[in-house]
């Protein structure tokens, strides 16, 4: 009973202390909390009283003595206040025993159902909140930060990946390199981002327990702690957003450094010192040859990440990353990093430096940690950075990294659907109308080897009402980021692109993949085929093949170890409409091609001509006038009927031919239409069940009712890719146009001769 009064006696001091006025002059003890408790463990009780501060100890300015008096007698009458009002409550409690006992029931029973509602709402909040356990639970073993446990929480990551599982405690606590690979999708981002973040916390920690036991300057702010390369805008760009996402709440600051957006900006970002700058190489060293302060202090840099290495290592391209890899300070083994000009550096920083190799596929060699070793002494080497190995050597990667490698024997991810059309180059256009007008439901990525490829796909697409969306490398960044953004907005939504979408960009809800051409190499059609199929969702893949890339395509299937692949189905009744509909696309395409091509022409004669000062006279005759006049009416004319015509069908549900509106059945029920059947049939379900909802919903048989996943699983044909077949077979075809060749040629030779006979015969 002695200990509860003096705790009691103790808290209500506290109250008052914390209740005077003056108190806000003292130091702030959210961000230097153990200096408070440093001052707290210097009395006896841990208990402080106005007599009990020393001024010169926290550095308060105590009021006067009046003050003191005034603020006791105004407690003392607080003191006071509160004995009436416990008085009053007593005589309150009286009254109310007084009276009838009827009216205490109906009190009590206003009572229960108030506590009742009170506890329906916390039971409510406690659904609201995500279960600490099931997010938490994998978590925990990796040890990180409190406050990246509270942004994974906050961000609903249940478990980790298998490569966050592998990389993160071999980084984060371990402080190893790491050379990484696993298939698309699989959350290598923060395989590399939490590690970094982790470390810059636990650093921040230690500086601020340094700074109260010993009175130090520890400079840890300002800094450039880590550098992450990637070879495109976009993805450098989705990099940023993941680790800014995480960081929420640590206090670090991430800043990204791409070309086609405004240098200025960018040097005005890189004045706020931020700790991690994620980048591509082009605009990273334009900033650093420039002499970008922030950039160009590498000695305190303790993360350097190359993420797609894979992709830096291309003939021809990235020269700019050899040039910033030659820029960081040389690391010895056993030895700390060389810091000759690292006057604010701290200990801690001054650690080795930890190098990140992260990529979609690897190769290594089985000496490779042999050559990390040897080559470590002198780690700027001479030579191209045309592999993984020399990449790794070159960017000063310790003998003692963990090289971790998750991919499987196909690459691909395992939820991942691949398929093919056969089809002649003619035809791609009207199997591509095909698939995104009967399966196009999802996100849709189009994928294209050239830029005039992807123009001619835009262009008709468009004239067919199909919405597209563009992306490709000549495209300013401007809009590229915003044909990104109204991609990923759209649930349905088609994107046209090269191969810089093949890489990197996290969209969520990419349900069809489709290859309009074949990419140059396998690594490509596995990046891009992983643009679906993302974090153990599933996808389908489309190739579609014509007779000269068949070799090409066998030649992928054997570096995947893919015995067998499956055609898409397509129902051969809606061809002819939709080769109906794409002809007439095609005369508007050309029409419209060649009236932009005239007045391109024009404008360029004109601006030329106005550039060197001549007057352009018109010299035609009234006949070629008329004549102009008249053909550009017929071609407007003729366009305004294609127009119409095009309109009037697409304006319709694309239909097979033999569909009667009368009997639905009448040409047979095919595995489509058996499809869209049952597709019905669930949602007739679905609306049964939600009775409230008396919305009826009209679905048009033959349109956007079946996505290609399901149309591939249900009526998919399974084709084996014999590749010795397809090579005899491509063999022989190649021998039947030799002699095909060969006989025309012979041919031609004796009808030569006879002519010379009969012309030597007639003389």
């Given at each position: 009973?002695?200990?509860?009064?003096s705790?009691?006696?103790?808290?209500?001091?506290?109250?008052?202390?914390?209740?005077?006025?003056?108190?806000?002059?003292?130091?702030?003890?959210?961000?230097?909390?153990?200096?408070?408790?440093a001052?707290?463990?210097?009395?006896e009780?841990?208990?402080?009283?106005?007599?009990?501060?020393?001024?010169?100890?926290?550095?308060?300015?105590?009021?006067?003595?009046?003050?003191?008096?005034?603020?006791?007698?105004?407690?003392?009458?607080?003191?006071?206040?509160t004995?009436?009002?416990?008085?009053?409550?007593?005589?309150?409690?009286?009254?109310?025993?007084?009276?009838?006992?009827?009216?205490?029931?109906?009190?009590?029973?206003?009572?229960?159902?108030?506590?009742?509602?009170?506890?329906?709402?916390?039971?409510?909040?406690?659904?609201q909140?995500?279960?600490?356990?099931e997010?938490?639970?994998?978590?925990?073993?990796?040890?990180l930060?409190?406050?990246?446990?509270?942004?994974?929480?906050?961000?609903n990551?249940?478990?980790?990946?298998?490569?966050?599982?592998?990389?993160?405690?071999?980084?984060?606590?371990?402080?190893?390199?790491?050379i990484g690979?696993?298939?698309?999708?699989?959350?290598?981002?923060?395989?590399?981002?939490?590690?970094?973040?982790?470390?810059?916390?636990?650093?921040?920690?230690?500086?601020?327990r340094?700074?109260?036991?010993?009175?130090?300057?520890?400079?840890?702010?300002?800094?450039l702690?880590?550098?992450?390369?990637?070879?495109?805008?976009?993805?450098?760009?989705?990099?940023?957003?993941?680790?800014?996402?995480?960081?929420?709440?640590?206090?670090?600051?991430?800043?990204?450094?791409?070309?086609?957006?405004?240098?200025?900006?960018?040097?005005?970002?890189?004045k706020?010192?931020?700790?991690?700058?994620?980048?591509?190489?082009?605009?990273?060293?334009?900033?650093?040859?420039?002499?970008?302060?922030?950039?160009?202090?590498?000695?305190?840099?303790?993360?350097?990440?190359?993420?797609?290495?894979?992709?830096?290592?291309?003939?021809?391209?990235f020269?700019?990353?050899?040039s910033?890899?030659?820029?960081?300070?040389?690391?010895?083994?056993?030895?700390?990093?060389?810091?000759?000009n690292?006057?604010?550096?701290?200990?801690?920083?001054?650690?080795?430096?930890?190098t990140?190799?992260?990529?979609?596929?690897?190769?290594?060699?089985?000496?490779?940690?042999?050559?990390?070793?040897?080559?470590?002494?002198?780690?700027?080497?001479?030579?191209?950075?045309?592999?993984?190995?020399?990449?790794?050597?070159?960017?000063?990667m310790?003998?003692?990294?963990?090289?971790?490698?998750?991919?499987?024997?196909?690459?691909?991810?395992?939820?991942?659907?691949?398929?093919?059309?056969?089809?002649?180059?003619?035809?791609?256009?009207?199997?591509?109308?095909?698939?995104?007008?009967?399966?196009?439901?999802?996100?849709?990525?189009?994928?294209?080897?050239?830029?005039?490829?992807?123009?001619?796909?835009s262009?008709?697409?468009?004239?067919?009402?199909?919405?597209?969306?563009?992306?490709?490398a000549?495209?300013?960044?401007r809009?590229?980021?915003?044909?990104?953004?109204?991609?990923?907005?759209?649930?349905?939504?088609?994107?046209v692109?090269?191969?810089?979408?093949?890489?990197?960009?996290?969209?969520?809800?990419?349900?069809?993949?489709?290859?309009?051409?074949?990419?140059?190499?396998?690594?490509?059609?596995?990046?891009?085929?992983?643009?679906?199929?993302?974090?153990?969702?599933?996808?389908?893949?489309?190739?579609?093949?014509?007779?000269?890339?068949?070799?090409?395509?066998?030649?992928?299937?054997?570096?995947?170890?893919?015995?067998?692949?499956?055609?898409?189905?397509?129902?051969?009744?809606?061809m002819?409409?939709?080769?109906?509909?794409?002809?007439?696309?095609?005369?508007?395409?050309?029409?419209?091609?060649?009236?932009?091509?005239?007045?391109?022409?024009?404008?360029?004669?004109?601006?030329?001509?106005?550039?060197?000062?001549?007057?352009?006279?018109?010299?035609?005759?009234?006949?070629?006038r008329?004549?102009?006049?008249?053909?550009?009416?017929?071609?407007?004319?003729?366009?305004?009927?294609?127009?119409?015509?095009?309109?009037?069908?697409?304006?319709?549900?694309?239909?097979?031919?033999?569909?009667?509106?009368?009997?639905?059945?009448?040409?047979?029920?095919?595995?489509?239409?058996?499809?869209?059947?049952?597709?019905?049939?669930?949602?007739?379900?679905?609306?049964?069940?939600?009775?409230?909802?008396?919305?009826?919903?009209?679905?048009?048989?033959?349109?956007?009712?079946?996505?290609?996943?399901?149309?591939?699983?249900?009526?998919?044909?399974?084709?084996?890719?014999?590749?010795?077949?397809?090579?005899?077979?491509?063999?022989?075809?190649?021998?039947?146009?030799?002699?095909?060749?060969?006989?025309?040629?012979?041919?031609?030779d004796?009808?030569?001769?006879?002519?010379?006979?009969?012309?030597?015969?007639?003389?």
């Open positions: 009973m002695r200990g509860r009064k705790m009691k006696r103790d808290s209500a001091q506290l109250d008052r202390f914390d209740s005077l006025p003056w108190t806000s002059s003292l130091p702030n003890t959210e961000d230097d909390p153990f200096s408070a408790l001052g707290l463990n210097d009395f009780g841990g208990v402080l009283s106005l007599e009990e501060i020393d001024e010169s100890e926290y550095g308060l300015e105590l009021p006067v003595t009046n003050g003191k008096k005034r603020k006791r007698e105004e407690s003392k009458a607080v003191g006071e206040i004995q009436d009002d416990k008085k009053k409550k007593k005589k309150k409690k009286k009254k109310k025993k007084k009276k009838k006992k009827d009216e205490g029931a109906k009190e009590s029973s206003v009572d229960n159902e108030q506590e009742a509602v009170t506890g329906e709402d916390d039971k409510k909040e406690q659904e909140q995500p279960d600490d356990s997010y938490h639970y994998a978590w925990y073993e990796l040890r930060h409190p406050l990246l446990m509270k942004s994974i929480s906050r961000l990551f249940k478990e980790p990946t298998p490569i966050q599982k592998a990389c993160i405690p071999a980084a984060a606590h371990q402080g190893k390199d790491v690979a696993a298939e698309t999708g699989s959350g290598k981002t923060l395989a590399f981002g939490l590690p970094i973040l982790q470390r810059l916390l636990d650093e921040r920690d230690k500086f601020q340094q700074v109260i036991t010993r009175d130090e300057n520890i400079v840890s702010k300002g800094l702690r880590a550098l992450i390369i990637t070879p495109t805008r976009e993805l450098a760009l989705q990099v940023t957003d993941h680790l800014k996402q995480v960081a929420i709440g640590t206090d670090v600051r991430v800043v990204p450094i791409v070309g086609g957006m405004s240098t200025e900006k960018q040097e005005r970002l890189l706020a010192r931020p700790e991690i700058v994620v980048g591509t190489p082009g605009r990273l060293w334009e900033l650093m040859s420039g002499g970008d302060v922030h950039l160009v202090e590498l000695h305190s840099l303790s993360f350097f990440v190359l993420d797609e290495a894979d992709r830096m290592i291309d003939n021809g391209h020269h700019e990353l050899q910033i890899i030659d820029m960081l300070p040389m690391i010895r083994e056993g030895h700390a990093e060389d810091t000759e690292c006057v604010t550096a701290s200990g801690f920083q001054r650690k080795k430096r930890q990140f190799v992260f990529s979609a596929t690897i190769a290594l060699s089985s000496d490779f940690r042999k050559k990390l070793k040897r080559g470590s002494v002198k780690a700027k080497l001479d030579g191209e950075l045309n592999s993984i190995e020399a990449l790794s050597e070159r960017a000063g310790r003998s003692n990294a963990a090289i971790i490698d998750l991919t499987n024997a196909s690459i691909m991810p395992n939820k991942l659907e691949e398929s093919f059309i056969e089809c002649k180059e003619e035809d791609k256009d009207a199997c591509l109308y095909y698939v995104l007008s009967v399966h196009g439901h999802g996100r849709t990525i189009v994928f294209c080897t050239s830029i005039a490829a992807l123009r001619h796909i262009s008709l697409m468009k004239i067919l009402n199909v919405n597209v969306w563009t992306l490709h000549q495209m300013q960044q809009a590229r980021l915003k044909a990104i953004d109204r991609f990923r907005g759209h649930d349905h939504g088609i994107l692109a090269t191969d810089v979408a093949a890489r990197g960009l996290d969209i969520p809800g990419v349900r069809t993949v489709v290859h309009y051409q074949l990419p140059h190499s396998a690594e490509v059609y596995v990046h891009r085929s992983g643009r679906t199929a993302r974090a153990s969702a599933d996808g389908c893949s489309i190739a579609l093949i014509s007779p000269k890339e068949a070799s090409k395509f066998t030649s992928l299937c054997k570096s995947f170890s893919k015995e067998s692949f499956k055609q898409f189905p397509i129902e051969a009744s809606y002819p409409e939709v080769l109906k509909r794409l002809s007439l696309a095609r005369q508007i395409d050309r029409v419209l091609r060649k009236e932009s091509q005239d007045k391109a022409d024009k404008s360029w004669f004109q601006r030329n001509a106005e550039s060197i000062d001549l007057i352009v006279e018109e010299n035609d005759s009234e006949e070629e008329v004549n102009s006049i008249r053909k550009k009416k017929s071609s407007s004319a003729q366009l305004k009927n294609l127009q119409q015509e095009l309109n009037s069908l697409v304006s319709r549900p694309l239909q097979p031919k033999s569909f009667s509106s009368r009997y639905l059945a009448g040409a047979g029920i095919s595995p489509l239409l058996q499809l869209q059947f049952e597709e019905l049939a669930r949602q007739k379900r679905g609306d049964s069940a939600n009775q409230g909802d008396n919305k009826r919903r009209m679905v048009v048989i033959g349109q956007n009712c079946v996505e290609p996943l399901t149309a591939l699983r249900s009526s998919g044909q399974e084709i084996s890719m014999d590749t010795k077949a397809a090579v005899e077979k491509r063999r022989n075809l190649d021998n039947l146009r030799r002699m095909r060749k060969e006989d025309k040629k012979r041919l031609h004796q009808k030569r001769k006879q002519r010379k006979k009969l012309k030597a015969g007639g003389d």
